[in-house]
């Protein structure tokens, strides 16, 4: 690039700025539309990675066009295309264009989305999409929150808004099940609690939080002097969707006085269904709730979002004057975003939930979601029709546990050969399942909400789990 009196070096002309952008585009519409055909998963080795990207930057720029070819051809591809309509391990995410592209467009107008002189249009679009999740949980107007970069962002803040709505115990302690996601275990120790205080309550067979065992663990602890700070309840846990009893934890936390969170960062959105509500009935009693738009909601990284029933309680502990951020007080009812949570510097993550839900409508997304429910349900009987496969507990939330069962076999063997076959669905590249453990027996694990996942997506899938349980040695 040329250097000269007027520019910096760091500016393109607007002819390079277009080329590059569009092949920027081509790029990835190219990806997107073949995605069905190529791998799930692809990984590479550091050594391998290193040996072409180790070293110091360069000092003089390249050419712009084969820096984005290489890093479209050796960087991006090597990952789990978690967008894949084959992709079924851990939690997918499948986002849609036009969310893509309000992050694009948010980085071009480079919006910081802290307070609502430096951005009222983009703050005003994150009150109204938090807006619609009030509406969708059933919380009254009282509530407030804001977007966050996922789940485990919005447990710490909410953790941080029960301990100080609770005036700051000093010894507190916060409860929740062995299903439970990690993400609450670390924002309850970077809220300050000890981790000897972190309870995991022991779950049901129904992988639901066992209310017996958690309110014996608090009357313990109070007997000893403990604070009992949040019980935190998961709406969608990550191995079995299964969801605890809420209306029975929120009966018991108001008349302990416990804060109650409910973490639904990847259920909640099913609250858009019919079946979904009914599953997470209740859900609107807790005192703060956690989703994630870049799970169900098809939205790209990051769109998470925290809800809590009395906004005023996520301000009174976020809120912190400072000096040289003087001039943004705008005035009642003109929330700057930053005094809700821990990032002062924010990207507009509402905007690509609002672009997206006006460009195709909600009842597209509803019908999207419905559509991952379904498909779960369907695998779940076409497994019951399959000599060799074991549903392990029932469909939830569209997460399907099953195995590969042949009969005559232990827990020890069955977990060998399963473990077997997933390594060979891995190997095979073209569809990706996961795998957890229940209660001690090691299951197979898919999780289907890609709005663009087909039945025979998941059905090519599980013949592939049956052909290879079948054929697996050591049978
Ligand atoms: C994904 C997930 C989290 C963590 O959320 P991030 O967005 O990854 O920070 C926490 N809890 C549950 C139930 C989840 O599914």
Redesign the pocket.
Known sequence: MEESDQHSGLEMTPQQMRELASKATDILVERICALGSAKAWDGEFREILAREFDGPPPESGRVAEEVLEQVARDVLPYGAQLDHPRFFGF?PSSPTWPGILADFLASGYNINTCSWLVSSGTSHLELVVLDWFRNWIGYPETAGGLMT?????A?VEAIVAARDSAGFPQQPVVYMSDQS?S??IRAASIAGVRREHIRIVRSDGEFRIDMNALRQLVSEDRAKGLQPLAICA?A???STGSVDPLEEMADYCEEEGIWLHI?????GFALLTEDGKKELNGINRADSI?V?A??WFFQPY?A?ALIVKDGSKLENAFSIRHDALQDTIWGANHPNFSDRGLQLSRSPRALKIWMSVQIFGLARFREAIQRGLDLANRAASYIETQPVLELITPVSLGIVCFRVNLGGQDEQSLEELNRKVLAHVFWDELTFISSTNLKGKFSLRMCILNHTTTWDDVQRTLDLVVRIGSTTEDR
């Not at 973490?263 to 259920?267: I, N, R």
């Open positions: 939690i970069s996922g789940g485990s962002a447990s996601h993400a609450l998961t969608g846990t990550t973490d639904s960062a990847y259920g956690g994630d870049h799970k990051e998470g």
